[in-house]
């Protein structure tokens, strides 16, 4: 079946614009995750959904970084007013249920560039 | 969730097994031991976890200490395409619903290269 998608998969940007990143998760999965990536790191962990509840955004670095599930399935991170030091792969990631230890399935991630 | 060390960095002859070194001394009870992949301009994907017991799938198997401080993620016979970076991560157990316990926590992993 159809795995996690991300659109786009790669993003350029100039400093102080604003970006949007689509992520759709597996149809029919109650749990997603926003991961950040940077160059030779592994990922870190930005937000999490339970259906349209933002039940932990702890991981943001600053209030210019926003996320959203409205309806419980597609989710957007925006980024607000970009910075160089937002350049990164940014990963979804979903899962079935809300068990603290259910497998996620991560999606190939948006590279955003900022120049 | 407890903190893991891993080595850099591996090379692993082609059809040869593939040994993963994993520390996880200050692993607690309830904590589970997982193991990540995460091929060359992908996202991560999950191969194996486990508790205290040996655990063995199609992709991989998993040897966990009898004191559970450090584990050991074998690849049977390596291919080509089992060049990636390998994660081992610690997370709480089923059921735990305190702050932080949905998300992984990676840290730089093993970058393993099969080499022909």
């Known amino acids: 079946g159809a795995g996690v998608s991300q659109s786009p998969r790669y993003k350029v940007a100039k400093r102080g614009q604003d970006v949007a990143l689509r992520c759709d998760p597996i149809?029919?999965?109650?749990?997603l995750f926003w991961y950040q990536q940077a160059l030779g790191q592994g990922p870190e962990f930005l937000t999490y959904?339970?259906?349209?509840?933002?039940?932990?955004k702890s991981g943001l670095p600053s209030d210019r970084f926003f996320a959203e599930r409205p309806e419980g399935s597609v989710s957007t991170l925006k980024i607000q007013r970009t910075q160089q030091e937002d350049s990164a792969v940014y990963l979804c990631?979903?899962?079935?249920?809300?068990?603290?230890?259910?497998?996620?399935?991560f999606g190939p991630g948006t590279r955003l560039t900022v120049l | 969730d407890a903190k893991t060390t891993q080595p850099p960095s591996m090379d692993c002859a082609e059809g040869r097994a593939a040994n993963l070194p994993c520390n996880h001394s200050?692993?607690?009870?309830?904590?589970?031991v997982y193991w990540y992949r995460q091929i060359h301009s992908q996202g991560p994907q999950y191969i194996i976890h486990?508790?205290?017991n040996n655990e063995t799938n199609e992709m991989a198997s998993l040897i966990i200490t009898e004191d559970r401080k450090s584990s050991t993620l074998i690849l049977p016979h390596a291919t080509l395409r089992d060049t990636a970076v390998y994660y081992c991560?610690?997370?709480?157990?089923?059921?735990?619903?305190?702050?932080?316990?949905?998300?992984?926590?990676f840290g730089k992993g093993t970058k393993l290269s099969v080499i022909p």
């Open positions: 990631a979903s899962s079935q249920a809300g068990d603290s230890t259910d497998t996620q399935y």
């Open positions: 149809s029919g999965h109650v749990s």
């Open positions: 959904f339970q259906n349209e509840a933002q039940l932990d």
């Open positions: 200050t692993i607690s009870g309830n904590e589970y």
């Open positions: 486990g508790l205290k």
């Open positions: 991560i610690v997370r709480v157990e089923e059921g735990y619903s305190g702050a932080g316990s949905y998300q992984l926590t």
